[in-house]
């Protein structure tokens, strides 16, 4: 078992649609959780940082973490054509180099 | 732009050639990350610097690939003697500790 897992999509929605992307962990002493978004052939770009359970909100954002299920998810509201793209969920291993631990990546387009 | 600058942006070698890749970190960073990405696939990491120490290599990273972060600035990935499977894009990342890493563009090597 991988220790991040991310449905690849692709996934497909109109404009203006709530887009629900989501991942699972397995390792519970995971801490920090991220979200980033790669557009085709250019390196990942930070959407959202978290820590801990709860809600976080930025803009058209949302990212939320269930540690009890060990459950990352990102929710988009009123989609637009540029936030195609894929969006990788990431968590650092704790302690030493912190090195990021990635999801395959869910690649979103929305139609206009 | 004090982004994470990774030059060039995309290489091609023929098989057996070497290769060297360039990333110059966000200047108040004092770590600096190497990683991989395949096609489909989220970045998968490579080596990690702190400062200008080299302290943990995956074992992704063959006897073929060296780098190096003389006097904890800029840093370098050397490729000898290319495969095809090398083919990938780079990137590069940069942090301070227990904070958000951000990446560079990356860098596309196509082994023909």
């Known amino acids: 078992q991988k220790e991040v897992e991310q449905d690849p999509g692709p996934l497909s929605v109109p404009e203006g649609a709530i887009v629900s992307l989501n991942c699972t962990y397995s390792n519970s002493a995971f801490q920090y959780f991220m979200w980033y978004r790669q557009y085709s052939r250019k390196g990942p770009e930070l959407l959202m940082y978290t820590y801990s359970s709860g809600n976080k909100e930025d803009g058209r954002f949302t990212a939320q973490v269930d540690k009890s299920s060990k459950y990352i998810s990102l929710f988009i509201r009123d989609s637009q054509p540029s936030d195609s793209a894929t969006y990788l969920c990431?968590?650092?291993?704790?302690?030493?180099?912190?090195?990021?631990?990635f999801g395959k990546g869910t690649k979103l387009t929305v139609n206009p | 732009d004090t982004g994470v600058s990774q030059n060039p942006r995309h290489k091609i070698t023929k098989r057996g050639q070497n290769v060297t890749f360039r990333c110059d970190p966000i200047?108040?960073?004092?770590?600096l990350y190497w990683y991989r990405q395949t096609l489909g696939q989220g970045p998968e990491f490579l080596t990690y610097?702190?400062?200008?120490?080299?302290?943990?290599k995956s074992r992704l990273l063959s006897d073929r690939f060296s780098a190096e972060r003389p006097k904890g600035s800029f840093s370098t990935l050397e490729i000898q003697r290319t495969e095809q499977g090398d083919s990938a894009m780079y990137l590069c990342?940069?942090?301070?500790?227990?904070?958000?890493?951000?990446f560079g563009q990356g860098t596309r090597l196509t082994v023909v």
């Open positions: 990431a968590t650092p291993e704790k302690g030493g180099s912190e090195k990021l631990v």
């Open positions: 610097f702190q400062n200008e120490a080299q302290l943990e």
């Open positions: 990342a940069s942090n301070r500790v227990e904070a958000e890493a951000f």
């Open positions: 200047s108040e960073h004092n770590r």
